[in-house]
């Protein structure tokens, strides 16, 4: 029955389908790392206590957003890909770049190398933009 649903060439899409898992634990990710280790953590009132953070808890805050920001633009990138029969290998490229760019945004983020996250940000929004362009072109 699986076969009849996924025909045999479409299982293949486990690099795709794992990133879009990826992405999306990246904001609690990003979360752990803006609360771990601090003694003083609110969980009453966490928003308000992350509001008050500083230095590498606050960006790893600030970065937990952009997270939650950057993934459903690529998401649907994804899945219109998909949907359009993009070359799985074409698609499983960009998904592989578009994790290995936001791991690296978020380190930068955290360490408070602004222009390197930049560039980081950037390439994964290239990634995503390259998802849709290769979905017109199918």
Known sequence: MFAEVFPENDLNMNVAIASLLVAGLMPIVCAGIAKAGQKNYDNHNPREWLARQTGYRARANAAQGNCFEA????????????????????????????????????????????????????????????????????
């Open 71 to 138: 993934f459903p633009f690529y998401a649907i990138g994804i899945l219109v890909a998909m949907h359009a029969q993009v070359p799985q290998e074409r698609i499983d490229i960009y998904a592989g770049v578009f994790i290995a760019a936001r791991v690296a945004y978020i380190a930068c983020y955290v360490i408070d190398q602004h222009k390197l996250r930049s560039l980081a940000w950037f390439i994964g929004f290239l990634c995503t933009l390259g998802l849709y362009s290769a979905s017109l072109g199918a």
